[in-house]
C-alpha cells in the first residue's frame, strides 16, 4: 500500500504517478530533504535553474563552481522526493548541457529556521511595501546583498512592492529583521512572500494551484515509517510544537529574547549553565550567583522560543536541581552593530585563537583576554595549537577581536570567531511520547573540541551521578533582570 500524503501534496493536486513514484524513490534511500544537481554548466544562471523547481518551499540553495554542482535543500522531505522524480523524468538541460541528478546528505532543518516559518511564515522571499519610484530592482540587489546572496528581485512598479529571493531562509530572516531599522527603509513594509518554488504552474490536468506548504503539513513524522527510509527528526516536530505553543498560550512576550532561569545550585559556575543551553548562540548570559539567578539573552527570538519550550517540556538539570524557567525582561531589537558583526563576520561569545605557543597556558589567556569582559571558559587544544575564550557577552569578544590584534604580542597568532557551543542543537527533546533525552543536563566534563579546531563544543556531553532530582516548578511569571 502507498503511504497517503499529507494534505499539502492533495491540494496542489500532484498526480497519483508522481506520488507513488516519489514514495518508491524514499524507499529507495534515506535521504531526507537534499537533491544534488550536477554537471552545472560552467556559467549557471542561478535564477534559471531555480526556475526549474515547483514542487515546494526551498530552504538553502548551495552552489559549487568548482565542482560544478548545487545542492537543493527543501524544507519538507517530501518535496524534495518530488523533485528528484520531476528532474529524473524530464530531465533539466542548462546551456545545452543535461544536469545529473542525486541525492545530497542527510540533515535537520536548523531549528531557528523551523520556528520561524511556523511563527512567521518564513521563506526565502522577503516582500517589501511602499517603495518610493527612485529605488529599482539593481538598487535592492546592491542594499540588500549584504545579508546573502541574492537569487532574484522583482519589482511591481504599478504597486510599489518588490520580492528578493534569498538562497536560504536564514539570509532572509537577517533582512527582514534589520532592514527596518534602515533610515532608507524606515517607513516600508517589510515581510516575507511566497517562495515562487512552492507555485506549480501546471500539474497535468491543467489547473494552476496556488501551491504552498502550510506549517502544519511541514512534519516529518508522515514520513518516519521504516517503509518510507525516513527516520523521525524530533527537532522539526519541536519546531511545530513550540509553534503551537506560542500561538495558544498567553504566557510568551512577542520578540523577546531573554529567558530567565532560577533556582541554580550556590556552586554552579557560568561554564555549567552555558553547557545546557543549547538552540541558538548568545549575545549575553547574566549570571547572578547570589540570587541563584541567570538571564540568558539569545541573538534572535526564534531560538529563545525554541530554547523555552524544550526547557519546559524537557526540564534543564545542574548540579541535580531542576531549574525555574521563564521570560525575562524584552531587551528589545538586536543591536544593528551586533547584527552587522554576526551577518558579516559569524560574530559569536566565542574567540578563536590559533597557531598558539607552547608556552601559552589558560590562564594566561584567561587573565590577557579578561580585559574586554567576563569569560565564562577558556580551553587550549594543544594538539591543534589553538585555544578559544568564551566570553558572557557576544560585544566582550568583538571588543577583543578588534583590540587584541593590535597587541605585539598577539600579531603573531590568528585571531577569529569560533563556534558558540549553545548554538548546538537541543539534547533532551521529547515530543509526542518519543524521547531522546529525558532532561538537558549539565556536564561534569569537558569535551576538548572536534577535528575542526575553529568549531568547539566544549562541555558538550551528557552525564548524571543517577541522584534524584530537586523538581521545582516554573512559576509562569515574566522576571525582570533590573
Not at 517503509?227 to 506560542?246: K, L, T, W
Not at 572536534?450 to 522576571?479: C, F, K, P, Q, Y
Amino acid at each position: 500500500m502507498v503511504p497517503q500524503f499529507t494534505s499539502a501534496f492533495s491540494g496542489a493536486q500532484f498526480p497519483s504517478s508522481y506520488q507513488q513514484a516519489a514514495v518508491s524513490s524514499a524507499t529507495a534511500n534515506a535521504t531526507g530533504r537534499t537533491v544534488y544537481l550536477g554537471n552545472l554548466p560552467t556559467e549557471v544562471d542561478i535564477e534559471e535553474m531555480m526556475n526549474q523547481i515547483r514542487v515546494g518551499p526551498v530552504e538553502s540553495v548551495r552552489i559549487l563552481n568548482d565542482k560544478s554542482c548545487a545542492f537543493i535543500s527543501f524544507m519538507d522531505g517530501a518535496a524534495a522526493m518530488l523533485f528528484y522524480q520531476d528532474a529524473s523524468t524530464r530531465k533539466i538541460v542548462l546551456n545545452g548541457q543535461e544536469l545529473k541528478v542525486g541525492w545530497g546528505k542527510p540533515s535537520p532543518v536548523p531549528i531557528t529556521v523551523q520556528v520561524a516559518v511556523n511563527a512567521q511564515n518564513a521563506s526565502r522571499n522577503v516582500y517589501l511595501g511602499n517603495l518610493d519610484e527612485s529605488i529599482t530592482e539593481s538598487t535592492l540587489r546592491e542594499d540588500l546583498s549584504k545579508y546573502g546572496t541574492i537569487e532574484n528581485v522583482k519589482i511591481v512598479r504599478e504597486k510599489n512592492i518588490g520580492f528578493v529571493h534569498f538562497m536560504s531562509i536564514s539570509n532572509a530572516m537577517k533582512a527582514v529583521q534589520m532592514l527596518p531599522t534602515e533610515p532608507k527603509y524606515a517607513g516600508k513594509k517589510v515581510n516575507y512572500g511566497k517562495d515562487r518554488c512552492a507555485q506549480r504552474s501546471s500539474v497535468g490536468n491543467g489547473v494552476t494551484p496556488q501551491y504552498a506548504f502550510p506549517a502544519s503539513s511541514l512534519n516529518f513524522q508522515s514520513f518516519g515509517s521504516a517503509a518510507m527510509g525516513f527516520g523521525f527528526d524530533p527537532y522539526h516536530s519541536a519546531s511545530i510544537a513550540a509553534s503551537s505553543h506560542i500561538d495558544n498560550g498567553s504566557e510568551l512576550p512577542a520578540g523577546n529574547r531573554t529567558v530567565y532561569l532560577g533556582n541554580i545550585h550556590p556552586d554552579t559556575t557560568c561554564e555549567e549553565i552555558c553547557n545546557v543551553i543549547r538552540g541558538g548562540i548568545l549575545q549575553q548570559i547574566r549570571y547572578m550567583p547570589e540570587k541563584h539567578i541567570a538571564f540568558v539573552t539569545f541573538i534572535d527570538s526564534s531560538s529563545a522560543n525554541s530554547f523555552m519550550y524544550i526547557a519546559q517540556q524537557t526540564g534543564v538539570v545542574i548540579k541535580n536541581r531542576r531549574l525555574k524557567v521563564g521570560w525575562g525582561k524584552n531587551p528589545g531589537p538586536l543591536p544593528g552593530h551586533i547584527q552587522l558583526a554576526v551577518s558579516t563576520q559569524s560574530a559569536s561569545r566565542n574567540v578563536y585563537v590559533g597557531q598558539l605557543d607552547d608556552n601559552i597556558t589558560e590562564e594566561k589567556l584567561r587573565q590577557d583576554f579578561s580585559e574586554y569582559g567576563d569569560i565564562e571558559l577558556v580551553n587550549i587544544l594543544k594538539e591543534k595549537s589553538c585555544g578559544f575564550v568564551n566570553f558572557t557577552s557576544i560585544m566582550s569578544a568583538i571588543k577583543a577581536i578588534d583590540q587584541i590584534k593590535m597587541k605585539d604580542e598577539y600579531k603573531k597568532y590568528r585571531i577569529n570567531y569560533g563556534k558558540d557551543r549553545c548554538g548546538n542543537p537541543p539534547r533532551g527533546i521529547t515530543i509526542g511520547g518519543i524521547s531522546n533525552g529525558s532532561v538537558m543536563k549539565a556536564s561534569k566534563g569537558r569535551n576538548n573540541g572536534e577535528s575542526d579546531a575553529r568549531v568547539l563544543h566544549a562541555g558538550d556531553t551528557s552525564e548524571s551521578d543517577g541522584r534524584n532530582i530537586d523538581s521545582i516548578e516554573d512559576d509562569g511569571v515574566e522576571v525582570d533582570d533590573e
